[in-house]
């Protein structure tokens, strides 16, 4: 019995539905005991022939494609040994099944990481320098002092917290007020007169600085604080210090709000790879905000966001700082608190004089010599009668207004940094890449990778293993 079989010179893969045109027709016979998934045929082309050039073949009557395995000659006959190509053969049922791809060259879903291919050692980076909205030296920033004075002061409007009212001064106002209180100056308020007593014993009694109860550098300057310095009149529990470049803090600006932004750069490969790389671990983000720190944030919170916002708050009264850093809404990624400003310690030494003169005159003497020698216990023991006074005679006395603080945080930038790992060339049209969804395969041309590919085709129980197995190892609807 012959048949009619088509040969064809055709280079294609292995695992490709690829159809061959054209082709030579010859007159065939089929071997004995020969399969219908791998027959042999007998080729009768004379001598002179050989089918060399052959690679492929069609059988009409079987309806399957076949790769020629091997050509063995038998004197004038050649018999070709030949296996079914399950892919070509089905590609029509194979075309319009549903399957769920995991992969194609055709079509991908950015959103899905592709971690089929390592990155590079050798990160590149993105560095935003962002200028705090409110850092200024020591020099240009402002002074809020928080002051037990009268209604009468400047500024009627002040902000006033308990008997407190604030105060913006710049250096050369506080440094006034400073030399106002500590000047030798009469304060009439109290009753003192040049015929009462010395200043030094006004002073001893009433120590001026303990009306400022606290004193703040904050990193602003007047345009920051809305303000507008100017030589004003203070009413310090009582009496007037006059000339002090100052404004009131008014109520409605004990806070300041200062406000930064950030584009938010893309990932370089993920215009090509997809927005997976916008991710970790292929994006990083470090964060530094001195003095709030620095820290590792979640990548993730930016997803479809262009921008990252940098809010500031700062407390005038006590320098208190909170940062805010998100993308777009309910997408925060840091809400952090420090002590933005400095507080600066005012001092004012005094002697007792008073007191000195309340004790014995030999006492006092023999106090005050163990007392610049260092002996304070000699200082105490050698003081007969009224020792406290003694005491407190040889050893000067200091107000101390508030702790220290440190400007050196407020003199850093702050940076937003962007890594990048930077993953290894991709092959997309042999590895394809991420799709994870259902599709009618004609509609995906290339390569794809299915998942769980239990076709329903009319095939033997061998060509349904076959086609199974290289749909889900990968092939080529071509």
Not at 59 to 85: H, K, L, T
Not at 98 to 103: G, V
């Amino acid at each position: 019995m012959s048949f009619s079989v088509t040969f064809y010179s055709f280079s294609k893969k292995e695992n490709s539905t690829a159809q061959p045109s054209g082709g030579t027709e010859y007159q065939c016979q089929i071997k004995r005991e020969s399969g219908l998934i791998n027959p042999e045929i007998i080729l009768n082309i004379g001598l002179t022939g050989a089918p060399a050039g052959w690679n492929y073949a069609y059988i009409a009557d079987f309806s399957r494609y076949y790769f020629i395995r091997e050509w063995i000659n038998e004197g004038p006959i050649w018999r070709a040994v030949m296996q079914c190509d399950v892919l070509a053969s089905y590609k029509a049922a194979i075309g319009s099944s549903t399957l769920y791809a995991l992969r194609s060259s055709h079509s991908y879903d950015g959103n899905i990481v592709d971690a089929l291919y390592p990155c590079k050692a050798n990160p590149t980076y993105d560095i935003t320098n962002v200028t705090p909205p409110f850092i200024r030296t020591a020099t240009t920033g402002l002074f809020v002092c928080g002051i037990v004075a009268s209604s009468a002061s400047a500024g009627s409007t002040t902000a006033q917290i308990g008997s407190l009212k604030y105060y913006y001064m710049d250096l050369a106002g506080l440094s006034a007020l400073c030399s106002a209180l500590l000047d030798n100056a009469n304060y009439p308020g109290y009753g003192f007169t040049d015929q009462d007593c010395s200043y030094e014993l006004q002073k001893s009694l009433i120590e001026p600085l303990q009306y400022i109860k606290s004193c703040v550098w904050i990193p602003a300057n007047a345009a920051d604080a809305g303000v507008t310095l100017s030589n004003q009149t203070l009413y310090i529990n009582g009496w007037s210090v006059q000339g002090i470049h100052c404004a009131a803090v008014p109520q409605s600006g004990i806070v300041l709000v200062g406000h930064n932004q950030v584009t938010i750069p893309s990932h370089p490969d993920a215009a090509s790879r997809g927005n997976y790389m916008n991710f970790a671990p292929y994006t990083g983000l470090t964060i530094t905000v001195p003095p709030y720190g620095d820290f590792d944030a979640d990548v993730s919170m930016l997803s479809g966001e262009t921008t990252l916002y940098i809010n500031e708050y700062i407390d005038v009264t006590n320098g208190k700082g909170i940062i805010d850093i998100f993308a777009g809404q309910k997408k925060t990624l840091a809400h952090l608190t420090a002590l933005r400003g400095v507080n600066i310690q005012l001092s004012q030494i005094t002697t007792d004089h008073l007191g000195a003169v309340t004790s014995g005159v030999g006492g006092i003497a023999g106090a005050i010599g163990a007392a610049l020698l260092g002996d304070v216990a000699g200082a105490i023991g050698s003081a007969v009668g009224g020792i406290a006074n003694a005491a407190k005679a040889s050893a000067p006395k200091m107000s101390t207004m508030s702790g220290g603080g440190s400007f050196m945080e407020n003199y850093f930038t702050w940076y937003v940094v962007f890594k990048f790992m930077r993953p290894v060339n991709d092959d997309n049209s042999h590895h394809g890449r991420p799709l994870c969804k259902n599709i009618v395969v004609s509609n995906y041309p290339g390569y794809l990778l299915i998942q769980d590919a239990d076709i329903a085709i009319n095939a033997t129980a061998d060509e349904l293993q076959k086609i199974r197995a290289y749909l889900e190892g990968g092939f080529y609807y071509e």
